[in-house]
């Protein structure tokens, strides 16, 4: 641990937390139209903060010490691409155009990411979300190559009939993604049975019906149940070894009762 009292205020995690949620408390009033300069110029000092806390941990850790950590790349990352929110306030915002502002804001918004790695046992969570992805990662390239196959063949069914939803694959696709994902899925046959014949708007119905409840139910159902399974696998290991501890506990007590 370092001695030097400035070293050591911008290397604690206490006082980065407080910066990151007062930083946060500021681009909330910011958002919500309280926008004065005593909101600006207090969140460029956050922004200062957080450069020059980046600055010293590179002189703690080294550029190599400090850029292996991942938790330190996310962080140096999100100080970096928020940047050039430090010339905000002294440049004319208005002659740019809206793309360029939007830019902005959404840097500055990133930096609220930073609060992720003070949340409790969040080094398990990743770790989990990682193997859960990892295990899922095949299912998912499935269910996508799924989405854009009913997709297009859908375009071609209902692209006259159901235009708000089939004009193009993409919409399609992402027509089917909302069937897929239960959401809003009896708005879709409804809309192509009240442009259609009964007989269609009959065939339609239990076409999409069937979508939802091998794909929607059955299929969601499925991915999720993976993906769970592997995010708790670290704790179903440990559940393991203590029965395993137990088990041999058992045999050793049975066997010295053998020998009495």
């Not at 922004?47 to 703690?60: A, G, P, Q, R, S």
């Amino acid at each position: 641990m370092t001695t030097n009292p400035f070293k050591r205020f911008f290397n604690n995690d206490h006082i980065v937390l407080v910066v990151i949620l007062l930083n946060s408390l500021i681009i909330y009033l910011q958002e919500i139209g309280h926008d004065c300069s005593f909101l600006t110029y207090a969140d460029l000092l956050c922004t200062l903060f957080f450069v020059v806390e980046m600055i010293v941990k590179h002189t703690l850790f080294g550029f190599k010490g400090y850029w292996t950590d991942g938790w330190n790349r996310f962080d140096g990352l999100l100080v970096i691409i928020s940047l050039p929110s430090l010339v905000a306030p002294f440049v004319d915002l208005t002659s740019f155009n809206f793309s360029v502002l939007l830019t902005l804001r959404l840097m500055r918004l990133l930096r609220l990411f930073r609060v992720l790695h003070f949340f409790p046992k969040i080094e398990q969570i990743v770790a989990g979300l990682k193997r859960g992805l990892k295990a899922t990662g095949v299912i998912l390239a499935a269910f996508g190559l799924l989405l854009f196959i009913f997709g297009v063949i859908n375009c071609g069914l209902y692209r006259d009939i159901a235009p708000q939803y089939f004009s193009t694959p993409l919409d399609a696709v992402y027509t089917m993604f909302r069937i897929f994902t239960v959401e809003g899925w009896y708005e879709i046959p409804d809309a192509i049975a009240a442009a259609t014949s009964p007989a269609v708007a009959f065939l339609s119905k239990v076409y999409f019906s069937l979508l939802l409840g091998v794909f929607g139910l059955l299929g969601m159902s499925f991915i999720n149940s993976v993906f769970v399974d592997a995010m708790v696998e670290d704790n179903n290991d440990d559940i393991k070894t203590q029965l395993d501890r137990i088990e041999q506990k058992l045999n050793d007590l049975q066997q010295h009762n053998n020998k009495l």
